[in-house]
Nanobody, 125 residues
Framework: QVQLVESGGGLVQAGGSLRLSCAAS????????MGWFRQAPEKEREFVAL????????YYADSVKGRFTVSRDNAKNTVYLQMNRLKPEDTAVYFC??????????????????WGQGTQVTVSS
């Protein structure tokens, strides 16, 4: 059974930093591309960042580029999202997701069959 468990969310003031972690089990982590998405109240889920199976390719939404960094440690079956210079508009539930890496670098939720439960990030002004 595939499980993705996010952690590291919390409350932070604008300009602060958080690091989210996503621990994976039940899949061959080293061949899966991993994505981060977020969903704010009354808004649709949106793409944040993705990383290829080897970590050699990353891609970010324009809204977070230059502030967020995605990385992975295949030996630990874990993907990370380092979030710096946080803004109130970053407030959302953050989800990690997994898909077999076919090189397409998909950034849409429907392309990811496996999802975590989400972790809340709240940025105060």
């Amino acid at each position: 059974q595939v499980q993705l468990v996010e952690s590291g969310g919390g409350l932070v003031q604008a300009g602060g930093s958080l690091r989210l972690s996503c621990a994976a089990s039940g899949l061959r982590f080293s061949i899966y591309a991993m994505g981060w998405f977020r969903q704010a109240p009354e808004k649709e889920r949106e793409f944040v960042a993705l990383i290829s199976w080897s970590g050699g390719f990353t891609y970010y939404a324009d809204s977070v580029k230059g502030r967020f960094t995605v990385s992975r440690d295949n030996a630990k079956n874990t993907v990370y999202l380092q979030m710096n210079r946080l803004k109130p508009e970053d407030t959302a539930v953050y989800f990690c997701a997994a898909r077999p890496d076919d090189g397409s670098h998909a950034g849409v939720p429907i392309a990811y069959p496996y999802w975590g439960q989400g972790t809340q990030v709240t940025v105060s002004s």
